[in-house]
């Protein structure tokens, strides 16, 4: 992974060790057949697109609460909607798992 693809996307995220995870996580997704969001050149491994995904805005993250946990481990939970990004958009939303 190029040093300053790392420091650019560090800056962004704020948490060296959720970088890491969220980098991981996208890498793993990466590996098994997902498609990047972003135009790769040939010589770019999946840290690379990963950590470009991240600065460019296409990958966002948030942290879950007491409440999403709740959520998760009650099976008569009631699902959460999610609105569909707009035509234009490609984001990926990774949850680190904590």
Same mark, same amino acid.
């Given at each position: ?12 995220? #704020? @948490?060296?060790? +959720?970088?890491?995870? !969220?980098?991981? &996580? ?8 997902? =498609? ?10 999946? #840290? @690379?697109?990963? +950590?470009?995904?991240? !600065?460019?805005? &296409? ?8 409440? =999403? ?6 099976p008569f939970a ?16 990774i949850t680190p798992d904590l």
């Amino acid at each position: 992974m190029k040093t300053e693809l790392i420091e650019k996307a560090a800056q962004i995220v #704020g @948490d060296n060790q +959720l970088l890491v995870n !969220i980098v991981s &996580k996208r890498v793993q997704q990466l590996n098994h057949g997902s =498609d990047p969001y972003i135009p790769t050149e040939p010589e770019m491994g999946c #840290g @690379d697109i990963a +950590l470009t995904e991240i !600065i460019e805005g &296409k990958i966002t993250w948030r942290e879950q609460t007491e409440e =999403d946990l709740e959520k998760e481990n009650d099976p008569f939970a009631e699902a959460p909607v999610q609105e569909a990004p707009a035509a234009d958009e490609s984001v990926v939303t990774i949850t680190p798992d904590l």
